[in-house]
């Protein structure tokens, strides 16, 4: 295994990089950096098989998009893996950055049975993207705090068994949550202080790609929309749908 525990940086593009290799047995903890472009950076695209067992917990990032101002994007954790991560735990990080700014709080593709939990993502555009190119399976996202930007949590294709419950989204310009899937469950969230942008805008929005138009098996339960003034839209056929005990 690796540990890569209580390390610090600044004015770097990368605080980790790793490229290639599978990771098993990964310990990413206590670390802090500032006026970084990318906290944690695992691209792996070819290699061995999926990464097993990534925990990535209690790390603290400014992420930057003037320090270096030709990325494009950035990101304070990003773990992509084309060949399918497994059990991975992401949990109790501070993730910061301008409101607006072309920043991604954490990014997560591929994977199997993951955690999201108790992290804190302050502004950039997307708190949390679930990538839509392979898509992730059995999914928890539960007590975070997303504050800030276009949207809390983007999951637009792909998802399966996405449980999002009891997070809190703040000041958001578009959405709280925009999903697509099957086995979607949403529910004890709060949705707060929104700032709205335009025509298509909600605390959650479900859509339809990729399954030809078409969510299924969605459940949206004991969520707070009291200060968001931004009920659930769909632009999807959304089937076996469930939208309960809302306020």
Do not use: C
């Amino acid at each position: 295994g690796i540990v890569f525990r209580g390390n610090s940086a600044r004015n770097v593009r990368n605080f980790m990089y790793s490229d290639t290799h599978r990771l098993d047995d990964v310990l990413i903890d206590g670390n802090w950096a500032e006026n970084i472009v990318n906290g944690i950076n695992i691209n792996k695209s070819s290699g061995q098989g999926g990464s097993r067992r990534v925990k990535i917990v209690n790390n603290t990032f400014h992420i930057s998009d003037q320090y270096y101002p030709y990325a494009s994007v950035g990101y304070g954790i990003y773990l992509y893996d084309l060949a399918g991560s497994s059990n991975v735990v992401i949990a109790g990080n501070q993730i910061y950055s301008a409101s607006g700014s072309n920043i991604v709080g954490i990014l997560l593709d591929a994977s199997v049975d993951s955690t999201i939990s108790g992290n804190h993502i302050i502004g950039g555009t997307t708190g949390l993207s679930l990538n839509g190119s392979t898509g992730n399976t059995n999914t928890l996202v539960i007590g975070n705090v997303f504050d800030g930007g276009t949207s809390g949590i983007e999951s637009p294709g792909k998802s399966r068994l996405l449980t999002v419950a009891n997070n809190s989204f703040f000041r958001h310009r578009q959405y709280g949550i925009n999903a697509a899937g099957t086995d979607i469950f949403i529910r004890g969230n709060s949705f707060s202080d929104w700032a709205m942008a335009g025509g298509q805008d909600s605390a959650i929005y479900i859509n339809g790609y990729p399954f030809d138009g078409v969510s299924t098996n969605i459940f949206i339960t004991g969520n707070n929309f009291a200060g968001s003034n931004a009920a659930p839209q769909s632009s999807a056929i959304a089937f076996d749908t469930e939208i309960s005990t809302n306020v």
